[in-house]
């Protein structure tokens, strides 16, 4: 069914979700870091962990709570390891903070072959993919995961929440084999408590088995999910749980306490990040088959995999970069009428001037 949404320039979406961040006291480069990941969630369809939900969370959570300091510092604690820095961001913005320690990372992959970044003492730092994204852009392969900002998914077998919806991310330099990096992005429950946000916005059900309301029985009305369920029953808890145990090793604590400052009696709620990048040079092997360079070699066996009949098949990423084309022909980032109202909900918080959806373009699929 063809859908049409609405164009917002890019320069006037960064505006108003700058002024946003900076109405909650935010400083003006942390604004724009905030305002630079939101512009590349809506530019590659991450309709769930847009401007929206970024400023919600910290509605919820964040500068109006105990769980984010505007203007906070990073501060690099030791480590006898050159490759590996560890960082307690002092409940810094998590945007900045995933931005600079991506960055980080590269640049100790580039000196080690392999550079590791991990975060305490953070706030969320929504798509993880975007970061992903800017190091595979730059060749790098990279991968981050994180605890989600609540404790919402029920573990495999469970009754209670005790687990994040903890999303993973990696990113790979293939877009001279395939025209884009791929990019393998989720969360680890069935899907995101930001899928259930935007489809309560837009009067849409959830798919079965994802959700469950207040007493555990499944649901697929959005109004009545409280709690959310892990992909791949005991696989999907598996992969959460990962996050879950990096951030205890980094530092973070309970899941269940975590951004419920009431409930943390003294302990620690935050969340914490992971980044490991990796120069493509420090894995080759140099043995490629035909004579093959490296490059060659992944594109030849990409190919491979989506040969044998199944060129039809599509490599995860590939929906991002088709939203990014789509948002390049339409010249600005494409939203529902939905997301337009909750854009200028926002405006009138900040002072700033509501869009007006007589005025804008649409761009139809």
């Known amino acids: 069914m063809p859908e049409t949404l609405y164009i917002v320039p890019e320069s006037a979406h960064n505006s108003l979700v700058e002024s946003a961040y900076r109405h909650r006291r935010y400083l003006p480069d942390e604004a724009v870091d905030a305002a630079r990941l939101c512009a590349e969630a809506a530019r590659h369809g ?11 969370l910290d509605h919820l959570f964040g500068s109006g709570s105990q769980g984010c300091v505007p203007g906070a510092r990073i501060e690099e604690l030791a480590s006898r390891f050159p490759a590996a820095r ?8 998590g945007q900045p903070t995933a931005y600079r320690a991506v960055e980080e990372a590269m640049r100790l992959a580039d000196q080690y072959g392999v550079g590791t970044v991990s975060v305490d003492n953070a706030f969320h730092y929504l798509w993880g993919g ?6 595979a852009r730059k060749g790098y392969i990279a991968y981050t995961n994180c ?24 990113g790979f ?13 989720w969360a680890t429950s069935v899907v995101a408590m930001g899928r259930v946000q935007q489809l309560a916005r837009e009067g849409k059900a959830l798919p079965p088995d994802a959700a469950v309301d207040e007493n555990g029985v499944p649901t697929t009305d959005p109004a009545r999910a409280r709690y959310l369920l892990p992909f791949g029953g005991h696989k999907g808890y598996g992969l959460s749980l990962v996050n879950e145990l990096n951030a205890a090793f980094i530092g973070g604590s309970l899941p269940t306490v975590r951004n ?18 990796i120069h493509p040079d420090a894995l080759s092997g140099g043995a490629f088959a035909r004579g093959r360079s490296q490059g060659e070699n992944v594109g030849a066996v990409i190919a491979d995999i989506l040969g044998h009949g199944n060129e039809g098949c599509m490599l995860p990423g590939q929906i991002e970069a088709t939203w990014a084309r789509r948002s390049a022909d339409a010249g600005g980032l494409l939203f529902t009428a939905a997301e337009i109202a909750a854009f200028n909900e926002l405006a009138g918080e900040s002072g700033q001037q509501p869009w007006n959806p007589s005025s804008l373009k649409t761009f139809a699929f």
């Open 260 to 277: 419920r400052w009431k409930r943390a009696g003294g302990d620690k709620g935050t969340c914490c990040f992971f980044f490991q990048v």
């Open 86 to 93: 560890v960082w307690n961001a002092n409940r810094k913005l």
């Open 46 to 56: 991450i309709r769930t962990h847009n401007a929206i939900k970024a400023l919600h």
């Open 173 to 185: 330099p293939t877009t001279a084999a395939v025209g884009y990096p791929i990019l393998i992005d």
């Open 147 to 170: 605890t989600a900002a609540l404790a919402e998914v029920v573990p495999f077998g469970g009754k209670f929440p005790t687990l994040g919806t903890n999303p993973h991310s990696w």
């Open 130 to 135: 975007g970061y992903m994204l800017a190091a």
